[in-house]
């Protein structure tokens, strides 16, 4: 059974940092392509960043977080990670981490229960 378990957030300043994690467990997590989406208080799940395998660029982040934000994985340890500096309070948001055969995409095959993320100004 695919498992994925985000940790790493919290409550932070603005202009702080944060290091999300996900632990992966019961899939080939190597051959799968992975990301993060966020969903703000009263708001739809909206697009982070994602690294693809197969297709278009190996790796694409949101315009608002485009060099604040950094995903990265270690297939050897089934893990991914979001590095997010400099966070403003629009961050704010449960992170969800996905996984899924081809792209990483809302329809993905499987996601975390979230990690809360609450960024004061």
């Known amino acids: 059974q695919a498992l994925l378990v985000e940790s790493g957030g919290g409550l932070v300043q603005a202009g702080a940092s944060l290091r999300l994690t996900c632990q992966a467990s019961?899939?080939?997590?190597?051959?799968?392509?992975v990301g993060w989406y966020r969903q703000a208080p009263g708001k739809d799940r909206t697009f982070v960043a994602r690294?693809?395998?197969?297709?278009?660029?190996?790796?694409q982040y949101a315009d608002s977080v485009e060099g604040r934000f950094t995903i990265s994985r270690d297939n050897a340890k089934n893990m991914l990670f979001l590095q997010m500096n400099d966070l403003k309070p629009e961050d704010t948001g449960t992170y969800y981490c996905?996984?899924?055969?081809?792209?990483?995409?809302?329809?993905?095959?499987?996601w975390g229960q979230g990690t809360q993320v609450t960024v004061s100004s």
């Open positions: 996905v996984a899924n055969r081809g792209v990483a995409t809302l329809g993905s095959a499987h």
């Open positions: 690294m693809n395998l197969y297709s278009g660029p190996s790796v």
């Open positions: 019961g899939f080939t997590f190597s051959s799968y392509g």
